[in-house]
């Protein structure tokens, strides 16, 4: 018979490996405000996107058709653009300093690229899968479609750190196209109107966002996933869009019972 001792160490053990649900905090549930709604290329398979000093740049996929583009986002106009060669399908985006990271899907390439000329200056290797980047001030944040945050070095892409997400105290998969904000990754989810905050430091899913129904059904059933995720920081507002969304939405995350229905038509002026 084990004594009590050893019973409350074999509990605890159970305790600290086996993740229970209901032993971790919730996550809050949001919903997504429309503030306005901007054209967006329906042509354009977004892989990544962000915002700097009020430009919008984007990443687009598919073989033959992937892209590093400028967009003047209160228009839909492509300002410049770059094809990437026939054989790489463009991925996630990021700025560092001057330089802007692509990733591809598999073809284990980050582009890197001059900001003000779109020439590239550089590119590294990587293994698996490219999906979702963004940048926390100190390295680049990756995903492949795991259920992982990779933590990268910008100057050699080296890998630093692998951080496992979770929601609920489960592993959370097919994270996708990321954004860093103010402490939290925002990561779409590969195949759901859902878009998820998560704590770099534990890996845990803070916030879930419901972005359903931005598109009306008809539209919906002719587009693809919902992907793409950008940080306005002058507006404090995120950009979402989806693979041949034709519509770019600027939204706020709230909390259900705040949702306002009316659009603010003054956010039409571009900063």
Known sequence: MKSPTVARLLLVMILLLVPVAGLTQAPRQLVVEVIHTYPHDPGAFTQGLFFHEGKLYESTGKH??????????????????????????????????????????????????????????????????????????????????????????????????????????????????????????????FMEDKIVAVDPRTGRITKVVDCSGLLEPQVRRRVDVLNGIAWHPERETFFITGK?????????????DSEDPEEDDSSNDED
């Open 64 to 189: 033959g058709k992937s892209s590093l583009r400028e967009v003047r986002y209160t228009t839909g106009e492509v300002v410049r653009q770059v094809d990437l060669p026939h054989e790489f399908f463009g991925e996630g985006l990021e700025m560092v300093g001057d330089l802007l990271y692509q990733l591809t899907w598999r073809e284990n390439t980050a582009f890197v690229w001059d900001l003000e000329t779109f020439q590239q200056v550089n590119q590294f290797q990587y293994e698996g899968e490219g999906w979702g980047l963004t940048y926390n001030g100190e390295h680049l944040i990756m995903t492949s479609g795991s259920t992982n945050l990779y933590f990268r070095d910008p100057d050699t892409f080296a890998l630093v750190h692998t951080q496992p997400v979770t929601l609920d105290g489960r592993p959370q998969r097919w994270l996708n196209e990321l954004e860093y904000v103010d402490g939290l990754v925002w990561a779409n989810i």
């Open 244 to 256: 041949y969304w034709p519509k770019l939405f600027e939204v706020r995350f709230v909390e259900p």
